[in-house]
């Protein structure tokens, strides 16, 4: 026999059985991570509370560096677009940062959507990749339980939203447009808002002013006009207008009068007190955008232009949107989960992730264009901002449920 050394038979280790609460061990093996935690799910019971704990760790896991690089790559794209500014006021570079710093809220609202349907569709690839989402599926779990966890993080993500859009983006919008203005382009904080050529309808007529001093209790260049029947009936010029606290004094004026036969009579005035029709707040013309604006304060303005005479569309289609954009950031969660699984069986990995970044990409389409659409005065401004997600939510029910009946 030589040097013929026989091969030892491999010993084989018993391994004890697994108890339902015993912590899992880590790699994501046949005995790891998900396969115990669907066969302890399918016990019922609190086991399947590992499973979603399970899962939404996964989501959480990516949704941190995907939010973090959205950041990252929303404020290079800020940089950039505020060079020009930089350039020509060369401000100190603590003003710039707190600028940037103040609109970090408001990029967050941008993003948020966006990142939690990446998340879902990373933690999902990864889960088809090593099999775990077929073991669940074998363990007896329907993709609608599987759903869950996913949805629970998109009304997180949506909850965190509305208090950034509510309370938190508003002031830091505000404070970057102040900075921006005031110390960084040496502008007057009375500046900031619109305070030259104002045109306001008034009870029973129009109003202009050519010019409103600041604190807006004095006016230069006043015209007011009296309309009945179509017609101008009266009109009253003065040089200056001064609020008394009661109502306005008009200095160095002319009235007029006209009859129905096209005559009229002129009687100039040193001084008259006369009722306007408005008060000093009411003339001042807010220059903050509408993301500066919490809802309630994007609804006052609405109430203050329309009684104005001013054309409230455009407002009246960003006040809808800022009640669908919290709401698309739990759909698109959802959305992601419900295109990733829903393909054929073996194309759960990079091929659903393809699909459901498409179902992004055209929710993201389909939402500019409505709202367009609903600016030009072709849709009503409710079903502007709600059309597409309530359509693209009833097309991702639709592709979880034939998901569902196909496995």
């Not at 710093?101 to 990864?126: E, K, V």
Request: include cysteine; proline fraction near 6%.
């Amino acid at each position: 026999m030589g040097g013929y050394r026989r091969a030892r038979r491999p010993h084989r280790v018993r391994l004890p059985p697994e108890e339902p609460g015993a912590a899992a061990p880590p790699g994501g093996g046949p005995r790891g991570g998900v396969a115990c935690a669907s066969r302890s799910a399918s016990q019922g019971g609190g086991t399947v509370r590992v499973l979603d704990r399970y899962l939404a760790g996964r989501f959480w896991s990516f949704w941190v560096p995907v939010a973090g690089g959205f950041l990252a790559l929303f404020l290079v794209v800020e940089v950039f677009e505020k060079l020009r500014l930089i350039l020509k006021y060369a401000p100190r570079p603590s003003d710039m940062a707190l600028f940037f710093a103040a609109r970090i809220p408001w990029m967050l609202t941008q993003i948020l959507p966006m990142t939690g349907l990446l998340a879902t569709a990373f933690a999902l690839t990864g889960l088809s990749r090593r099999g775990e989402l077929a073991a669940l599926r074998a363990g007896g779990l329907s993709l609608r339980r599987l759903a869950v966890p996913f949805v629970g993080a998109g009304l997180v993500l949506t909850a965190g939203h509305a208090v950034l859009q509510e309370l938190v983006a508003p002031r830091g919008f505000a404070l970057a447009h102040e900075i921006k203005n005031v110390r960084i382009k040496g502008k007057s904080a009375a500046s900031l808002a619109r305070t030259t050529d104002v045109w306001l309808r008034v009870p029973g007529g129009f109003l202009h002013v050519d010019r409103i001093d600041p604190g807006a209790d004095r006016l230069q260049g006043v015209e007011w006009v009296r309309v009945e029947g179509g017609a101008i009936r009266e009109r009253l010029t003065a040089a200056s207008a001064r609020w008394t606290g009661e109502t306005w004094v008009l200095e160095a004026g002319e009235r007029r009068r006209f009859d129905a036969e096209g005559g009229f009579g002129a009687e100039p005035f040193e001084s008259l007190a006369w009722d306007l029709g408005v008060r000093p707040e009411d003339l001042v013309i807010e220059d903050l955008s509408a993301d500066a604006l919490t809802w309630r304060d994007l609804r006052r303005r609405i109430e203050r232009y329309r009684a104005r005479g001013f054309d409230t569309l455009d407002l009246e289609v960003s006040l809808w949107a800022k009640t669908a954009l919290p709401a698309a950031t739990a759909l698109l969660p959802f959305l992601g989960f419900a295109f990733c699984v829903g393909g054929p069986p073996r194309a759960s990995g990079h091929r659903g992730f393809l699909a459901a970044l498409g179902a992004a990409v055209a929710f993201g389409l389909a939402q500019a264009v409505f709202l367009a659409l609903g600016r030009t005065g072709a849709l009503p401004p409710p079903l502007a901002a709600w059309l597409p997600v309530a359509a693209f939510a009833l097309v991702g029910a639709w592709r979880l449920r034939r998901a569902e009946a196909t496995r």
